[in-house]
């Protein structure tokens, strides 16, 4: 049973010359961790906002078919009802980290549902242990890190606890410590939690290892769904994605006649490779 | 243009008696201040009641914060003062009216500069105001640094272009401003936006029934300072009424030069 | 060519963001400024086209010190494109947008129809000269920020986080576009956190850290050495990681790139063979 489940969306924005998504249809099983990608332009934020209710809620358009998350139609449900259900991560943690104090901001999602208080207390501190920022709670979130206001502004969605998380670039503004950092607790809240992630990223080479499906978007349909190591040919590479560079360099090498066993997604798997083809 | 006179307005978080007052027994002080200084109009008395402010703003530890306030009224300050004494009032009256601005304005400045938009909000809140209205108004509140420290990247990028803000005649000067007030608009509109989104899909409107995490509660202390305050406002009317103020009178005078008096 | 001497900054209030630095740049090299958040990458930057004055120090661009100049006059021959192209869009057409500087600057009209035709064509623009900046996507307002700084032609150009929100493709371009500033003798200095990116640039480093330089090298020295990357927040590119694992099969540490990469591993193999 699909915990998301697109047939046939399309989705045009008020005023534009063409839609921005035409004919997607896909289904996400609970507890998958999937990577959406794609060069600029071709949907992907577009699907994050019907995905949460923005749009049609927010975006007003053209929306023909139909998507279902966690069996609510989002057609005929309010971002509001939508967000205990499934919530949004954005680029910026600038932009959605508006207290003045962390907890506050936590406590935003909660408050908002209309919760009794000591439900509130209870799930600020589990979304902050579970960030890994319960020492920061007092602070302002414009004294924290870009890594540690990304961490507040996921422990901000968690609290709501719902199940599919999406998460729109998150590593845009970080630094490359703080990006493999955030992944990791992204992954945690995936593999402990049983969260269903939805990843949109540019940065194939980090969150490969991380994904079990990545499916790929070009002027608003998906063309490519499947394992990375699925995805990462050539097709890929003519869309222009980033593939990862170790995948890159094992197309060429192939290019190059080099046989191997499996195309490499990762470091990991792309130093076994070359000790296999060293040793041959 | 000097982006310090938000400085005088902006919150800063410091350990002191006066930013730790429940925001509604530290408004009704500032409204205290603020009646007892609409009340009069004698030097002496507006001369005591601005230098009631001096102990809070000791125990607030804001010195520098409030004299810089202070600082940028000057010029509406000035001009206070022209445009009494130069229409006919006496240079007592013009000064005495000035400083019930800068009164006023300093006192506003304190309340702001000890008040996190965070506490504002929720005394709005628990006084039963609409959550939206509480919430627009500290969140623009919240904003008002943020979108200065944008005002500054817009300078910056703009004079890294040539722009020249300290050149040219009045108009050319005017007109200098264009390239940074439509990029600090269009930049406050698209951060907005995506406030706006990131609130929505907090579930923002949810439920009309909130119950926030932290509540104010008001204690000893602050309805100590109520207290005082009633009884600050209570004495300046009966002196109003009642007690004969003594008045300056320094013989300065506009010449008649001009046709209106 | 663009030297700091024992350069410090301050804000006014606040601690130091710049604690001595001593740095020289010479006309037409290629160099990547890198460090964490708040290590005073931009702030540095900021120093070298009179935006900001040293607290204690000297900066002197061209032999000119900062001092005895303004943002005006070394905006000429120090172009800074900023971050967020939104903090400095603002005209009603693109054609606009580009005209400014120069009008600024005091060009004559027909000087200034020229510059902006040829800028709008190298950087593949024309289209777009009459559209409003404000409807053109992400990508294309990033690009129109960076023509409104080339319109003028300033020796030394300045790119800061020039990757960001950037997809593959653009970031494919924007590195053929600095090789090609880079031969026409530009000094072109970018600030980056894109430790792939930089890899495959290959510039020279100038490292970072709470407002001091930790390293100085070319990026093959600093993208291996994991002690620096770590004191910076930064980690090893792909290949850089690749080849730092497999060095004890023969394999040259100092390799970050892909293309010397698969040279790399080609040789291996063929030694074999």
């Known amino acids: 049973m699909s915990i998301v489940q697109a047939n046939h969306l399309s989705f045009t924005y008020t005023g534009a010359s063409k839609p921005s998504i035409e004919d997607i249809s896909i289904g996400i099983a609970p507890g998958e961790f999937v990577v959406l990608t794609g060069p600029s332009g071709c949907g992907k934020t577009t699907i994050c906002r019907c995905l949460n209710g923005l749009i049609p809620n927010f975006y007003s358009g053209d929306f023909a078919g139909e998507l279902i998350v966690d069996g609510m139609s989002v057609k005929q449900h309010t971002t509001a009802e939508l967000a205990p259900h499934v919530g949004m991560v954005f680029q910026n943690p600038e932009n959605q980290l508006f207290s003045l104090s962390v907890e506050r901001d936590v406590a935003f999602g909660p408050e908002n549902l209309g919760l009794r208080r000591e439900e509130t207390r209870k799930r600020v501190d589990w979304a902050l242990d579970v960030t890994g920022i319960s020492p920061l709670k007092d602070k302002p979130p414009y004294e924290l890190s870009g890594g540690q206001q990304q961490r507040a502004a996921i422990a901000a969605v968690l609290a709501m606890q719902p199940k599919v998380m999406i998460l729109d670039e998150p590593t845009s503004f970080l630094d490359p410590k703080s990006a493999l950092e955030i992944l990791e607790v992204i992954s945690d809240l995936n593999k402990k939690l049983g969260i269903t992630i939805i990843l949109v990223e540019h940065r194939l080479d980090i969150v490969s290892k991380h994904a079990n499906r990545v499916v790929v978007m070009d002027n608003g349909r998906i063309v490519l769904d499947g394992t990375p190591k699925d995805v990462y040919g050539e097709h890929a590479r003519l869309i222009g994605i980033g593939l990862p560079r170790v995948t890159t360099l094992f197309n060429l090498l192939q290019r190059d006649g080099i046989r191997f066993a499996e195309t490499p997604t990762t470091v990991d798997e792309a130093v076994d490779v070359v000790r296999k083809m060293l040793i041959r | ?261 | 060519m663009i030297q700091t001497e024992g350069l410090k900054f301050a804000y006014p209030g606040s601690p130091e963001v710049l604690r001595g630095i001593d740095l020289e740049i010479n006309d037409g090299e290629f160099v990547a400024i890198m460090g964490e958040n708040g290590a005073g990458k931009t702030t540095l930057v900021k120093t070298f086209n009179g935006l900001l004055m040293p607290s204690s120090g000297r900066v002197k661009v061209d032999g000119t010190d900062t001092h005895d100049s303004s943002v005006a006059k070394l905006s000429r021959d120090v172009g800074l494109v900023f971050q967020n192209p939104d903090h400095q869009l603002f005209s009603e057409t693109v054609r606009e947008e580009l005209a400014f500087s120069l009008r600024n600057f005091g060009y004559e009209e027909d000087t200034i129809d020229r510059r902006v035709a040829s800028i709008l064509e190298t950087l593949d623009l024309t289209r777009y000269a009459q559209s409003s900046p404000f409807v053109l996507s992400g990508g294309e307002r990033k690009r129109v920020a960076l023509a409104a700084v080339l319109v003028w032609n300033p020796k030394h150009i300045i790119l800061d986080e020039p990757t960001i929100g950037q997809d593959y493709q653009q970031k494919d371009r924007l590195r053929n576009f600095i090789v090609q500033l880079s031969a026409q003798g530009k000094t072109v200095i970018i600030i980056s956190h894109d430790v792939e990116f930089v890899a495959e640039c290959k510039p020279r480093i100038i490292l970072l850290s709470r407002g001091l330089v930790i390293g100085d090298r070319p990026a093959e020295d600093i993208l291996t050495d994991e002690a620096l990357l770590d004191r910076a927040s930064l980690t090893r590119p792909q290949i850089g990681a690749l080849m730092h694992q497999l060095r004890n099969y023969g394999l040259p540490e100092r390799t970050i790139d892909v293309y010397s990469a698969e040279q790399a591993i080609l040789n291996a193999l063929g030694r074999k063979e």
């Open chain 2, 1 to 261: 243009m000097s982006l310090k006179v938000f400085d005088g307005f902006k919150f800063a978080k410091l350990p002191t008696p006066i930013h730790n007052m429940d925001p509604r027994a530290k408004f009704i002080m500032t409204m205290g201040i603020f009646a007892a200084a609409l009340m009069f109009q004698n030097i002496y008395a507006l001369i005591i009641i601005f230098l009631i402010q001096l102990p809070i703003v000791y125990a607030s530890r804001s010195w520098r914060k409030w004299a810089g306030s202070m600082r940028a009224g000057l010029l509406l300050a000035v001009l206070i003062f022209v445009m009494n004494f130069v229409f006919g009032s006496t240079f007592v009256f013009s000064a005495a009216m000035t400083l019930r601005f800068v009164t006023l304005m300093s006192t506003f400045s304190l309340f702001f500069m000890t008040t996190s938009p965070d506490d504002l909000g929720l005394a709005l809140e628990q006084t039963h105001v609409p959550y939206t209205l509480s919430f627009t108004f500290t969140t623009s509140v919240r904003l008002v640094p943020t979108m200065a420290l944008d005002a500054q990247t817009v300078i910056d990028a703009q004079r890294s272009r040539g722009l020249e803000l300290d050149r040219g005649n009045f108009m050319k000067r005017i007109r200098n401003y264009i390239p940074i007030l439509i990029p600090l608009i269009v930049s406050a509109i698209r951060r907005s936006i995506e406030l706006a989104e990131a609130l929505e899909s907090r579930g923002f409107g949810a439920s009309p029934n909130r119950q926030p995490l932290i509540v104010l509660r008001m204690k000893a202390t602050d309805y100590l300072v109520v207290t005082l305050t009633i009884l600050m406002v209570t004495l300046a009317v009966y002196v109003y009424f009642y007690v004969p103020l003594p008045i300056l009178d320094i013989p300065i005078k506009m010449p008649k030069i001009f046709p209106w008096f």
